[in-house]
């Protein structure tokens, strides 16, 4: 293969990334790609925070789905908003302006293509029905943010108010009402319907949401209401950021798992211990999914080191909950003995 010079490479890759592969760099973004020195490094992440106005970022991800979805959405959101209050290095990043955006849904820039980092999320990956992309898109943003000790627990609670927010908030459903989203022309300009998850899954999300409102979800109403949802996710998002600059994180969103996942937890997490239970991890509502706790009275079909069966163990469970070691417990476990996915 013919070797490039690094420099025409660069300029190439820059013009590649920025034009031709996302399709919305205007001229003068890629002239300024051109410019960057032969040795230009990205700077390593985190990029640094400064604080955001939530308000502003929820009508920037609703916006953003409009164009790229729920995980390219949030992400462009909240990425958005940083470029524009701190400028460099959130400048390195390819995302089309909010004018571009309102332009194109204007009609003003026919054949133009949109594709986002991040916008894989669609549909929980795809349309493959898993981790909602809002939440995903925002985990992202924040991860180019903050050190990766913040992104945890900040990601940890975005994972817990997705699952116990009444979607969408009353907040969208206001601004929608009140035309002050962005786009010129809405999928619905109604109140939703609104609906908690209980999961961070788009499948039950969707499914939820679609069984109380009565939308199908093929519906422009579904899709409004994932349009609505990705604004409330990445303002929910720069709002824990937000907290977490102010060292109020706790107070602004204390991480409350529920008292049916704290139970399975005092016995199923992370650990070494095969014969207690600990053959899974996780935080997910284990609710949303168990619901027949039967298998913990039968006879335990696993051999244990301790020739327990497993009612035995739930009794255990039980008094362990009553006596309150398990909230704490579990809490302590949450931040300091899973730090990452090492194993
Ligand atoms: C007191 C400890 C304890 C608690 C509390 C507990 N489990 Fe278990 N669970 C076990 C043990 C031990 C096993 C079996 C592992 C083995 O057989 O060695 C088990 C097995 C299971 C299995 C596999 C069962 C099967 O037969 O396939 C599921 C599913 C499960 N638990 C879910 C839950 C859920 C959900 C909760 C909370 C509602 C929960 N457990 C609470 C200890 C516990
Ligand atoms: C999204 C759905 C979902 C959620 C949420 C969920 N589980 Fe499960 N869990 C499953 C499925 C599916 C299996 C596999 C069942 C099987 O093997 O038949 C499983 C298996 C298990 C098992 C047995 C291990 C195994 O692989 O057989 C345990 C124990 C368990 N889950 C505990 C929990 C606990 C504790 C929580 C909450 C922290 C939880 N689960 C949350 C779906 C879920």
Redesign the pocket.
């Given at each position: 293969m013919k070797k490039l010079h690094r420099r025409n490479f660069i300029k190439r890759a820059a013009v590649l990334s920025g034009a031709a592969i996302c399709g919305v760099a205007t001229a003068k973004n890629a002239k300024a790609a051109e410019t960057l020195p032969e040795n230009f490094v990205p700077p390593a992440m985190p990029w640094g925070y400064q604080e955001l106005d939530p308000e502003y970022v929820r009508k920037l991800g609703h916006l953003g789905y409009y164009l790229e979805e729920c995980g390219g959405g949030s992400f462009w959101a909240i990425m958005t908003a940083l470029k524009e209050k701190i400028g460099y290095p959130y400048n390195l990043t390819p995302l089309p302006t909010k004018e571009e955006f309102i332009d194109h849904l204007s009609g003003k820039s026919k054949g133009k293509h949109f594709q986002g980092i991040m916008q894989y999320g669609v549909g929980g990956v795809v349309n493959y029905g898993s981790l909602c992309g809002s939440v995903n898109g925002a985990a992202s943003a924040i991860t180019f943010a903050v050190p990766f000790d913040a992104v945890k627990s900040i990601v940890s609670r975005l994972m817990r108010y997705y699952e116990t927010e009444t979607f969408p908030n009353v907040k969208s459903n206001e601004y929608a009402v009140n035309k002050e989203f962005y786009p010129p022309k809405y999928k619905s300009g109604k109140a939703l319907p609104r609906s908690s998850s209980n999961?961070v899954?788009c499948h039950v999300s969707v499914g939820k949401w679609c069984e109380k409102s009565g939308y199908a979800s093929g519906s422009k109403e579904r899709s409004e209401r994932c349009a609505r949802v990705t604004g409330d996710m990445a303002a929910m998002a720069v709002t824990l950021l937000n907290a977490h600059m102010k060292g109020n994180l706790e107070t602004v969103f204390p991480m409350k798992l529920s008292q049916d996942?704290v139970s399975?937890?005092v016995c199923?997490f992370k650990g070494k211990k095969f014969e207690a239970?600990q053959?899974?991890r996780?935080?997910?509502?284990?609710s949303?999914?168990?619901n027949d706790m039967t298998p913990h009275l039968a006879e335990n079909k696993m051999k244990t080191a301790y020739g327990m069966n497993v009612g035995t163990w739930a009794g255990a469970a039980a008094i362990g909950t009553v006596a309150g070691i398990g909230t704490h417990a579990i809490a302590g476990r949450l931040s300091k003995e899973e730090p990452h996915d090492e194993e």
């Open positions: 999961s899954l996942t399975c937890r199923h239970g053959i899974t996780g935080f997910m509502e284990c949303s999914c168990h």
